[in-house]
């Protein structure tokens, strides 16, 4: 992990919707390589800090780049940069697996060319190669999973944003997936991931925690849990986000 | 009964805090019918016609006349030649242009006919049906003042003997009141009924609602009751509007008319839910309505065009179509002043519909999911 | 607890097309039990729910619920049971108290009469009782449909995944208020993802694939687990599993949170050779302790 190389930088970011502050003033960065668990309770604003960063809403105030690019005048740049995969996994079921690869490549503006080796190439890499003509929708989840995030990542993006990507998923499935996560970045893709698995938000290398707009906690899971004195990150998470009234 | 009240007071509160379901329901009527009345009106005005011919030649000079003063045409250039019609009419200079044969006068007395064409812009096939029309009746009337004339002496015609079905006042509210009406009751009450259905089919609600003790027949009864009174509303502004605004006369009974919208909306209900009971989506409910009932009512109940003029396989096929029987009763009720004699073979007809759509909507929606 | 059964399941089996969503399920959940019926999407739980409370058929096998068979008598059954379906059945546009009244009125009672029920519950999202339910947070919409759920007195209760997608503190107080509701008498039967709320149920059975992989109480299952288990714990976990996988005699090695769950079987390495192994391999500064298997350890080890 190169620690200089910041793939996010963010400072002061604040959105607020009418009187309400969704998001305020947060700031955090990221660096290339790492595994960035972003959590917090429902409504917490994680969602809409995500949108912000992914070019997808624009922040009220603050500054900040995700992938180089500036979160608030060059949205489409980020958009070009930035893989995403949400718990729905965005695959067209009633396509075939080498349709989707082939669609996705085109959205992202590959060349014919480049699509036609991403499509054996990461079926390859999956291990699909059979599975080449094969709807997403008759295939077992753990596979839609895997493709879903390769599809994420067909143009090679420095950042892949991943929205509670295990939800209700079974436990085999769950860490074959975390383990593609660590492959991923050990190639150097950054990744940032939601979650309501506490298991999950150990193997992040580091984890804020966000409640009622604000980042409450930030740091690798151990440094919490030493500072929580808890011994797991479920037991940090409870402290944090658990508070009396601090729902509401 | 309390389980039924609360259930019918729930599907107020949908409809009326959702504001675009609420302009929907109280507001499309109107706009359809001004959309209709003024908007989309067929009547033509101040068609410009050119004329090619002998302006000299007396007979000529006449018909000329006729078209000059005509309130919905109006005279364009006297051109020489044929070959400048094409160019005048693509360039959106004329819709129409009437071409005598030389000598049309002469031809006219010597042999007892002539010949006149008249070529207009096919491309808008509606103006250019309805301008020729017009033309033709101002050559026709001329030829009747010939024929007077000439009385005794064997009568003149002229080519071609154009065939007239020439309504004067060509008064197109008579025609679309009727169908708007049918158009609306049809929309509001499939469309809505079987979309607020599917929607709980989405939310899960429904899931909860069947579980409950309360029977799926009430179910559906407090499903359909709201839209019931939402299109008697419609029904009633629909039917203001036409004769305060669009002047359009109620000349039979108002009570055979409600009584024929009653029987029209029940059998409208019984197709909304029947589409609920297919669809799984709001979309595929929404698309359903749209393309599979409101597009073949639209397009085969006469609204847009006469059915008389359909082909053999599509006039029948437009006999399932309920609000084509609908429509015809409506004008029969409200311009010919008809009365429930007369009408009697359509309301059989319509009810049969509403009862069958009922039973067969009601039977497959199931107890279970 | 008595040793009525209420509900019960046998050789229950349902298809959609080619896909065999209940492959002969049978179960028996007791009077005043909190049942958990554990497993991932997709593994047939709601296809179960559905089938109990009289909302689908089944292809074959019989249920019944309080004694009454889902099929003959399913107007009974709905009279006895409260159900809360997935994804928390609510009217958006309404307000929370209408919800409220509106499935009281359905169900056949008020708000009032059965006040006493819901008491614990309601009276926390009482004081936004005006808000429409699309404004709640996922927590006060789950409080909710569980008071709509428990609003007519329900004799049995159904809860389809109710914390899926909702934060780990709001789960919590959820099942704390379960345990509370089973206190007064009435049998739960809940499903969920999550396998660490296995604990907090009387019984539990793990679905997977429409099949019943394991059932009994939460100890039970864990005791039954066959094989040894140690937890390793070092810096990167990764190269922890990846080394340690290949090994001869290690059945199962699995990430759970901090540290990595390695199962061995009965003559496969001990806490000695795992941690040599790890140094061989340049693995420095590991622990490695013997510990009890949990309920995902079994559910890995029977899928």
Redesign the interface.
Not at chain 2, 207 to 214: A, G, N, R, T
């Given at each position: 992990m190169e620690a200089n190389e910041k793939t996010v930088v963010i400072r002061g970011l604040v959105k607020r919707f009418g009187n309400f502050t969704a998001v305020d003033h947060i700031s955090f960065e990221v660096s290339k390589g790492e595994i960035f668990g972003f959590l917090g309770a429902n409504g917490a604003g994680k969602t809409t800090a995500i949108r912000i960063l992914c070019g997808l809403s624009v922040p009220t105030s603050g500054e900040g780049t995700v992938a180089g690019f500036s979160i608030k005048n060059q949205q489409e740049s980020i958009k070009k940069h930035i893989g995403y995969m949400s718990q729905k996994f965005s695959l067209y079921s009633d396509l075939k697996v080498w349709e989707n690869i082939e669609l996705f490549g085109g959205i992202y503006g590959l060349s014919d060319k480049q699509i036609k080796e991403k499509i054996s190439s990461m079926l390859k890499a999956l291990s699909m190669e059979d599975a080449r003509d094969m709807f997403v929708r008759d295939m077992p989840l753990g596979w839609k999973q895997k493709l879903a995030f390769s599809i994420a990542m067909v143009h090679d993006p420095q950042i892949v944003f991943l929205d509670e990507p295990t939800g209700g998923v079974d436990p085999v499935t769950r860490r074959n997936f975390w383990e593609m996560i660590y492959e991923a970045a050990s190639r150097g893709v950054t990744v940032f991931v939601t979650t309501h698995y506490m298991d999950e938000a150990e193997y992040c290398d580091r984890v804020s925690i966000m409640v009622d707009g604000r980042i409450e906690a930030l740091g690798s899971p151990s440094q919490l849990k030493m500072q929580y004195g808890a011994v797991n990150m479920d037991e940090v998470f409870t402290k944090i986000a658990g508070r009396p009234g601090k729902q509401q | 009964m309390?389980?039924i009240l609360?259930?019918i007071q729930?599907e107020f509160?949908?409809i009326f805090?959702?504001r675009k379901t609420t302009l929907i329901v109280l507001v499309m009527p109107v706009v359809q019918i001004v959309l209709f009345g003024f908007a989309i009106s067929t009547e033509v005005h101040n068609a410009v016609v050119d004329v090619v011919g002998d302006i000299s030649d007396p007979v000529v000079q006449r018909i000329v006349n006729r078209i000059d003063v005509n309130e919905y045409l109006e005279l364009g250039r006297i051109l020489n030649s044929t070959s400048e019609v094409e160019a005048r009419i693509r360039k959106g200079k004329s819709t129409a242009a009437v071409c005598f044969e030389d000598g049309f006068d002469k031809a006219l007395t010597a042999e007892g006919k002539a010949t006149v064409s008249i070529i207009s812009d096919g491309a808008d096939p509606n103006t250019a049906q309805m301008v020729t029309s017009y033309v033709s009746g101002v050559i026709s009337s001329e030829q009747l003042s010939i024929s007077t004339r000439t009385a005794g002496g064997g009568g003149a015609t002229m080519r071609p003997n154009v065939q007239l079905m020439y309504n004067p006042a060509m008064n197109s509210s008579y025609n679309f009141v009727p169908g708007v009406m049918g158009l609306i009751l049809m929309l509001i009450c499939s469309m809505m009924t079987s979309v607020s259905i599917v929607k709980e089919k989405e939310?899960?609600?429904l899931?909860?609602?069947?579980?409950?003790?309360?029977k799926p027949f009430w179910i559906i009864l407090s499903k359909l009751i709201p839209y019931l009174v939402l299109s008697a509303v419609n029904f009633i502004s629909v039917l203001l509007l036409a004769v305060f605004v669009m002047d359009v006369p109620v000349n039979g009974s108002i009570a055979l008319l409600s009584l024929v919208a009653l029987i029209f909306v029940g059998s409208s209900l019984g197709l909304g839910l029947l589409v609920s009971v297919i669809s799984s989506t709001q979309q595929t409910a929404m698309l359903l309505c749209g393309m599979g009932l409101t597009m073949p009512t639209m397009m085969l109940s006469g609204l847009i065009f006469p059915c008389e003029s359909m082909p053999v396989a599509l006039q029948i096929f437009s006999d399932i179509i309920p609000a084509k029987w609908f429509i015809i009763m409506v004008k029969k009720i409200m311009i010919q002043g008809a009365g429930i004699s007369s009408i009697i073979k359509e309301l059989t007809v319509l009810t049969g519909m509403m009862v069958f759509l009922l039973w067969f909507s009601i039977k497959k929606f199931r107890?279970?999911? | 607890m008595d040793d009525r059964i209420a509900i019960k399941v046998e050789g229950i089996c349902k298809s959609y097309k080619a896909t065999r969503a209940l492959q002969d399920i049978n179960l028996e959940i007791k009077s005043g039990e909190l049942f958990g019926l554990i497993g991932p999407d997709g593994a047939g739980k709601t296809s179960l729910f559905r089938i109990l409370t009289t909302l689908s058929l089944a292809d074959s096998g019989k249920a019944s619920v309080e004694g009454k068979d889902v099929v003959e008598n399913y107007a009974d059954i709905r009279r006895t049971i409260g159900y809360m379906p997935g994804h928390f059945a609510l009217y958006q546009d309404l307000s929370v108290e209408e919800n409220l009244k509106f499935y009281a009125t359905v169900f056949g009672t008020s708000v009032e009469e059965n006040y006493d029920t819901i008491k614990e519950i309601y009276s926390q999202i009482e004081m936004f009782k005006d808000r429409r339910a699309r404004d709640l947070s996922g927590g006060m919409k789950q409080k909710l449909a569980l008071c709509c759920a428990l609003v007519h007195k329900p004799e049995v209760l159904f809860l389809d995944e109710p914390t899926t997608g909702v934060d780990a503190v709001s789960r919590r107080e959820f099942w704390a208020m379960l345990a509370r509701i089973k206190a007064s008498g009435v049998t739960i039967f809940v499903s969920t993802p999550y396998m660490d709320e296995a604990g907090l149920c009387d019984r539990i059975a793990l679905i997977l694939n429409g099949k019943i992989i394991g059932q009994g109480s939460p100890e039970e299952i864990r005791s039954r687990y066959p094989y040894k288990i140690y937890a390793a714990r070092g810096e990167n976990m990764f190269n922890i599993l990846k080394t340690l996988r290949p090994l001869d005699g290690v059945v199962q090695c699995s990430s759970f949170g901090c540290e990595c769950h390695v199962s061995v079987s009965e003559d496969g390495p001990g806490e000695g050779e795992l941690l040599s192994v790890l140094d061989a391999a340049g693995i420095n500064g590991c622990t490695i302790e013997p510990i009890e298997a949990g309920i995902e350890d079994c559910f890995i080890g029977l899928s």
């Open positions: - | 309390k389980e609360a259930f729930k509160w949908h805090r959702d939310l899960g609600t899931e909860l609602v069947l579980v409950s003790p309360v107890t279970r999911l | -």
